[in-house]
Each structure stands twice: as C-alpha cells, then as structure tokens.
C-alpha cells in the first residue's frame, strides 16, 4: 500500500508541475516516521507487583521487576541498598532498529518503597526475678541484648530515642514487694518495642547453719537443732492478728518451700512458757519466731510445730 501511494504521489507531482525530488523527499520523511512510530507503538514492557520492600541489609536488583519486555531493555537505574527507606524511582529503556535502520527508544519508570515495619527485639535474661531483701539490684542487668535485625544491637540510655532503649521502673530491695520493670526499644526508622519483667523482692530461703536432717512433707517427724519438729498447715489469721497486737509488723507470706513466715523468720508454734511468742529459735529449716503453741507442749516442752502450706 505504501509503494502505490508513492505512485500516486509521483504521478500527481509530475501531471500538476511540482518538483518530484522535493516530493519524494517529503514523502520519504513521512514514512520514515510512520515505521519509527509503528515500532516505537511495538516496544512494550510488563512489571511485577510493585512491592514494598522491607528495610534490611540486602541489595534490590531492578531489573527484577521487569516481568516481560519486547526490544533490547537496559536498566538505567542501579541496584540499591534496602537501608535507604523511602520511595525509590526505577528507570527502564527498551530499543530497537525499525526497516529502515532507525533506532528507537521507549523510556518507562517504576516506584517502589522500602519501609521498615519490625521493631527492635528485646531479649531478657528472666522473665521473673527474684532478689533477696536488702541486697543491690540493677534491673538493667536483666536485659541480655536489645537489638535490630538491620541496625545491630541499640545502646542503653535514659531517654528514649533513635537506636536506643530505656529500662523503666523502680525496685526497692529495702522493703518486701513486686515490681514490674518495663523494658522499651527504639530502632533507627522510630519502630517501637517494649517487653515487661517483674522483680520479685522476698527473705530468700535460709537454712541457718544447720546440716542434719530437715523437715519435709515426707519426714513428718525429725530432730531439729532445738529439738523435736513436726508441722501443721493452719489458717494463720488469728495467729498473725494475735502478733499485731503484740507489735509485729512483718509481712505474712509463704516462701517457695512452703513455710509460712512472718517477715525473715518461719512461723512456729512452742512452749509459751520455755519460749514465749516473738522468741527466735532455730529450726531445721531456719531461724524460727514462736507465734503459737499447741498440745503437743503438754507432753513435750521443747518440741517446735513448723507452720506450713504442706
């Protein structure tokens, strides 16, 4: 179709007197810019899904967005670290050469992001902690490491900021209690994690000096240091209120092994009268203060009746 247009072209410059090189020429043109159009309209390139990449130490390679693409494709864009977070612009040309020779190009873009979306994670040493009454205790010295897959390891500061983390909460070692200690983290994009201990501040488990046999819940009779021992497991409200009024103020609690205590010393019962209430003795299982008695006294004045929660 082209050469009869070209034809007929000819023919009309020469019937009407025009000048058959100018039109030829103009002609010529013409086509030319036809085929480069018709091939420029024949380049085409598909994409992949366009991601959004997460923050990290690799390298994203653009041409691996290119899906499919007709002509010779150069990436004009270079790879790119994936700590640079943000929107990043990918730049493409595909060429070819049309039936004339001509070379053409055809310019495509793509976005992409790369975001950080992971926080820093916290690692404890323990989740629960337990610290004996009086002793120094820092509750940084729980926290392992704090770190960030991308950023390493984020630094111990008193204020919260980029590439830093913060432990909060106070633990008084002076008086009996629990204390919660939260633990906050924050990495180099301002994400954000935090992880909560607790600090558990009691007597401990003394045993005194004592080396023989204790009492436990399969040995219900031994000789202690002082004597005979037994145990009973009670209500102790009475027995505590009756210490109260006597001016006791240590707290009530039961240690892990079972004894229940008043303050650092285990609660027991005795001979008032060999060993009056708020006395100390010593027992198998630690310093003992006499809170009780009971009628074993009758028939043996120097046996000690342990409270416990067996």
């Given at each position: 179709?082209?050469?009869?247009?070209?034809?007929?072209?000819?023919?009309?410059l020469?019937?009407?007197?025009?000048?058959?090189?100018?039109?030829?020429?103009?002609?010529?043109?013409?086509?030319?810019?036809?085929?480069?159009q018709?091939?420029?309209?024949?380049?085409?390139?598909?994409?992949?899904?366009?991601?959004?990449?997460?923050?990290?130490?690799?390298?994203?390679?653009?041409?691996?967005?290119?899906?499919?693409?007709?002509?010779?494709?150069?990436?004009?864009?270079?790879?790119?670290?994936?700590?640079?977070?943000?929107?990043?612009?990918l730049?493409?040309?595909?060429?070819?050469?049309?039936?004339?020779?001509?070379?053409?190009?055809?310019?495509?873009?793509?976005?992409?992001?790369?975001?950080?979306?992971?926080?820093?994670?916290?690692?404890?040493?323990?989740?629960?902690?337990?610290?004996?009454?009086?002793?120094?205790y820092?509750?940084?010295?729980?926290?392992?490491?704090?770190?960030?897959?991308?950023?390493?390891?984020?630094?111990?500061?008193?204020?919260?900021?980029?590439?830093?983390?913060?432990?909060?909460?106070?633990?008084?070692?002076?008086?009996?209690?629990?204390?919660?200690?939260?633990?906050?983290?924050?990495?180099?994009?301002?994400?954000?994690?935090?992880?909560?201990?607790?600090?558990?501040?009691?007597?401990?488990?003394?045993?005194?000096?004592?080396?023989?046999?204790?009492?436990?819940?399969?040995?219900?009779t031994?000789n202690?240091?002082?004597?005979?021992?037994?145990?009973?497991n009670?209500?102790?409200?009475?027995?505590?209120?009756?210490?109260?009024?006597m001016?006791?103020?240590?707290?009530?609690?039961v240690?892990?092994?079972?004894?229940?205590?008043?303050?650092?010393?285990?609660?027991?019962?005795?001979?008032?009268?060999?060993?009056?209430r708020?006395?100390?003795?010593?027992?198998?299982?630690?310093?003992?203060?006499?809170?009780?008695?009971?009628?074993f006294?009758?028939?043996?004045?120097?046996?000690?009746?342990?409270?416990?929660?067996?």
């Open positions: 179709m082209k050469k009869i247009g070209l034809v007929v072209t000819i023919f009309s020469m019937l009407f007197g025009g000048n058959v090189e100018t039109g030829y020429a103009e002609y010529m043109r013409s086509i030319k810019e036809d085929f480069a018709d091939k420029w309209a024949s380049l085409n390139m598909t994409f992949n899904p366009a991601p959004v990449l997460e923050y990290s130490s690799k390298t994203f390679d653009p041409a691996d967005m290119v899906a499919s693409h007709t002509g010779e494709l150069e990436v004009l864009s270079d790879p790119f670290d994936l700590k640079s977070t943000g929107m990043h612009t730049k493409y040309r595909l060429t070819d050469v049309d039936e004339f020779g001509q070379e053409v190009s055809k310019d495509y873009k793509r976005y992409v992001y790369v975001k950080d979306t992971v926080g820093p994670t916290i690692t404890l040493k323990e989740s629960d902690v337990s610290v004996i009454i009086g002793n120094g820092n509750p940084a010295s729980n926290v392992s490491v704090v770190s960030d897959p991308v950023d390493g390891n984020l630094r111990l500061s008193n204020t919260l900021e980029k590439g830093t983390y913060v432990v909060e909460g106070s633990v008084s070692t002076g008086s009996i209690g629990t204390y919660n200690v939260n633990v906050k983290a924050m990495d180099m994009n301002g994400n954000t994690s935090s992880k909560t201990f607790r600090v558990a501040v009691s007597y401990g488990v003394y045993y005194g000096t004592w080396t023989g046999q204790r009492l436990t819940p399969t040995l219900g031994i202690g240091p002082s004597g005979k021992e037994t145990y009973y009670l209500n102790m409200s009475g027995v505590i209120a009756i210490m109260r009024r001016g006791n103020t240590d707290p009530y609690w240690r892990e092994d079972g004894c229940k205590m008043l303050g650092p010393y285990i609660m027991v019962a005795a001979h008032l009268g060999l060993r009056p708020g006395s100390l003795v010593e027992t198998s299982l630690g310093t003992g203060i006499v809170c009780d008695t009971g009628g006294a009758l028939t043996n004045p120097y046996q000690i009746d342990i409270a416990v929660n067996w």
